[in-house]
C-alpha cells in the first residue's frame, strides 16, 4: 500500500480561515518531506519542505509540521485564500533521488 | 527562465502506437524525473536521471524508455502504446537528490 497518505481526501474551509492538511508516512528512514500545490492542469507547485531534524518550519503563510514519533505530517495554511484551493501533496524521499507521493487532499475554500 | 517545457500538451493515440514525450529544462539541473498521475491518485515514478548519461528505472517502468544525451533533455518513448497507459505525464528536475522537484505542466495521454 502506499507509505506516504492523507486523512481527509476533500476539505472544505472559510476564506480567512486556517487550513491544516495531514499526511502520514510509514517509513522511519525518509529525511526529506516536501508539500506540493496542483491547481487543475498544471504541474505539482512546490509550497515548502523539511528535513527530518527540523519540527517546524515556516513560510510565507504556509507552515509545516513533523512529529517523527508518530510519523505525521502537517500544512498549515494561514488565512486561506480563494487562490489557495488546489490539491496538496505531501511527498517523502522513501529511497534515495526517488519521492514517494500521497493521493492528495483537495482544499476548497468557500468565499 | 522558462523552467521545464513538456511537449506535446495533449496527445491520443491507437493501441500499439508509438510516440516521444519530450521534456526540456533551462535551470541546469542534473536530475530529471518521468512521473504519470493517474485520476484521483498521486505521482508514480517512471524513470529518473542523475545526470547525463545516467539513467534508472522507478516504480513504474514498464513500457517505457528514456534517454538522457544533455543535461537539459530527457524524452520518454511509448514504443508499443497501451490503454493501461492513458494518463498525464509530468517531467520534473532538480539541483540535487534532496532538493525540491520542479514540475512541467504535463502531457495529457489518451489510448484507445
Known amino acids: 500500500g502506499e507509505s506516504v497518505g492523507l486523512h481527509l481526501p476533500t476539505l472544505s474551509v472559510q476564506e480567512g480561515d486556517n487550513s491544516i492538511i495531514n499526511c502520514a508516512y510509514s517509513n522511519s528512514a525518509s529525511d526529506y518531506f516536501i508539500w506540493y500545490k496542483q491547481e487543475s492542469g498544471k504541474g505539482p507547485q512546490f509550497i515548502i519542505d523539511i528535513r527530518s531534524n527540523m519540527d517546524k518550519r515556516q513560510g510565507q503563510r504556509v507552515t509545516v509540521l513533523l512529529n517523527k514519533t508518530v510519523k505525521h505530517l502537517s500544512l498549515q495554511i494561514a488565512a486561506t485564500q480563494p487562490g489557495d484551493s488546489a490539491v496538496y501533496f505531501c511527498?517523502?524521499?522513501?529511497?534515495?533521488?526517488?519521492?514517494?507521493f500521497g493521493k492528495g487532499t483537495k482544499l476548497s475554500v468557500i468565499p | 527562465n522558462a523552467g521545464v517545457t513538456q511537449t506535446p500538451k495533449f496527445r491520443i493515440l491507437k493501441i500499439g502506437q508509438s510516440m516521444t514525450l519530450q521534456c526540456t529544462q533551462d535551470?541546469?539541473?542534473?536530475?530529471m524525473y518521468w512521473y504519470r498521475q493517474d485520476p484521483g491518485m498521486g505521482l508514480k515514478l517512471i524513470y529518473y536521471s542523475v545526470g547525463a548519461g545516467i539513467t534508472d528505472k522507478g516504480e513504474v517502468p514498464n513500457g517505457y524508455n528514456v534517454s538522457r544525451s544533455t543535461t537539459e533533455d530527457f524524452p520518454l518513448r511509448l514504443e508499443l502504446a497501451a490503454p493501461s497507459q492513458t494518463s498525464v505525464y509530468f517531467c520534473?528536475?532538480?539541483?540535487?537528490?534532496?532538493?525540491?522537484?520542479?514540475f512541467g505542466n504535463g502531457t495529457r495521454l489518451t489510448v484507445t
Open positions: 535551470m541546469n539541473h542534473n536530475y
Open positions: 520534473a528536475s532538480s539541483y540535487g537528490q534532496d532538493s525540491p522537484l520542479h
Open positions: 511527498a517523502e524521499n522513501r529511497a534515495s533521488y526517488q519521492l514517494t
